[in-house]
């Protein structure tokens, strides 16, 4: 069965610092998002990406958020200089027919 | 911005017993979509319901739409251990979707 995939599984990193999480998507899927959730609560929204662009961002999708999609397969999300409430695990998704929405496994981002 | 509730927050059942969680959500839906997540895992998608109305069942599951598509519901008949984890509920537009806060369920053996 297709599985999306994220790397790394955990990153620890120190307040200020880039991250770059990262992400692939299953092949033939056309809608990719990137989710949070801070431990025990709810999956939050961050951006939905479809043809190349971003199709939609919620509030949390600050200036300090980036995604790109570099090279047609792998789906990334950039933290430019995270704060401690960057803490979190982070949710790579994608959507194909007939809608059914795969997460991958998530990244657990520590920042310290 | 759109709102999604869900109820109960927590459900602790004596496994057979059965176990229902209700979402409701501020705005009209497109669809919506139920997630089981296991304790440390990732959100594994159950089913979308689209149509107002619709009612869905899978095995031991009953997903139901409502009419004024803003209100969702899950019901599992006669629990099994298996069944433990946190359900979410996701209201969506399109394809944009925002979570509910989940019902954490325990099945006591």
């Known amino acids: 069965e297709p599985e999306v995939t994220q790397t790394p599984s955990h990153q620890v990193t120190q307040m200020g610092q880039e991250v770059i999480l990262r992400c692939v998507p299953i092949?033939?899927?056309?809608?990719f998002y990137w989710y949070r959730q801070i431990l025990g609560q709810k999956v939050e929204f961050l951006v939905s990406?479809?043809?190349?662009?971003?199709?939609?961002k919620s509030e949390i999708f600050d200036d300090q958020f980036s995604v790109e999609r570099p090279d047609g397969s792998n789906f990334t999300l950039k933290i430019r200089s995270t704060k401690l409430e960057d803490s979190a695990m982070y949710f790579c998704?994608?959507?194909?027919?007939?809608?059914?929405?795969?997460f991958g496994p998530g990244t657990r981002l520590t920042v310290t | 911005g759109q709102q999604v509730m869900q109820i109960p927050q927590y459900q602790h059942v004596q496994e057979g017993e059965d176990f229902t969680t209700y979402c409701n959500s501020s705005?009209?839906?497109?669809?919506i979509q139920w997630y089981k997540q296991r304790p440390g895992g990732h959100p594994v998608f159950l089913i979308q319901?689209?149509?107002?109305?619709e009612v869905k069942k899978q095995k031991r599951l009953t997903f139901q739409f409502g009419e004024a598509k803003k209100n969702s519901s899950l019901h599992i008949t006669a629990t099994q251990t298996t069944d433990v984890g946190t359900y979410f509920c996701?209201?969506?537009?399109?394809?944009?979707?925002?979570f509910g806060p989940g019902t954490r369920l325990s099945v006591l053996p």
């Open positions: 998704a994608s959507i194909g027919q007939p809608y059914e929405q795969y």
């Open positions: 092949s033939n899927h056309l809608y």
């Open positions: 990406f479809y043809n190349n662009e971003i199709s939609e």
């Open positions: 705005t009209t839906l497109s669809n």
């Open positions: 319901l689209v149509k107002s109305g």
């Open positions: 996701a209201g969506g537009h399109g394809q944009n979707f925002v």
